[in-house]
């Protein structure tokens, strides 16, 4: 069964979703959402706690990978792990490689994605109400906002930090309205997606 954990930051229940130990596993993370940032915290911090948790893990760029790359990395993968950073860029590297062509199939055979971010915003139909929050001209080449439709819904990560608080309000005031069902977590908080059903943890 399909199966997604998606999150703020906060990655400490990840460990709970699996009956292995987490050192027996094989973890593939990608840190490319970060590219266009100066300073990626954020992804050292999910490198740390992945290593507090038992993980080991392999690191992997999308660009300049094929999915070719990608489907030999990936065919006997258990987790994959997207950190977060821009959601436009991350979506457009996805795309150039071709790791959203072949995720919906390895999702169904039992690969667990977790993403974090911008990792879990790309999960949903559509990444345009981010738009708001991350900025889209750091991928001039991403045609579509469509997003890799793994859930129906739109992620809104880092709801009730003060320094997203006016855009959060106006991603929910503009888009409410529009058909997008929106789940705004906390850093606090994150969701796991079991089929068609989630709940917020």
Not at 20 to 28: F, I
Not at 91 to 118: F, T
Request: hydrophobic share 40%.
């Amino acid at each position: 069964m399909k199966r997604l954990f998606l999150t703020s930051i906060k990655i400490d229940l990840l460990a709970s979703l699996i009956s292995s130990d987490p050192c027996r596993l094989k973890v593939v993370f990608i840190p490319t959402a970060a590219d266009p940032y100066e300073d990626k915290w954020f992804v050292e911090a999910d490198r740390k706690k992945l290593n507090e948790l038992g993980f080991k893990f392999i690191e992997l760029d999308l660009k300049d990978k094929t999915k070719e790359n990608l489907e030999l990395i990936l065919q006997d993968a258990n987790i994959l792990y997207v950190a977060g950073g821009n959601s436009f860029y991350l979506l457009q590297k996805m795309r150039e490689s071709g790791l959203d062509k072949i995720l919906p199939d390895l999702v169904d055979n039992g690969l667990l994605y977790s993403g974090s971010s911008a990792g879990a915003v790309v999960t949903g139909p559509t990444i345009e109400p981010v738009s708001l929050l991350d900025d889209p001209l750091k991928a001039p080449e991403l045609k579509s906002f469509d997003g890799l439709n793994l859930v129906n819904f739109l992620v809104l990560p880092h709801y009730g930090n003060k320094k997203y608080s006016e855009k959060h309000q106006n991603i929910i005031k503009n888009y409410s309205n529009k058909g997008f069902d929106l789940v705004p977590i906390t850093d606090e908080q994150s969701i796991i997606a079991e089929g068609d059903n989630y709940k917020i943890v």
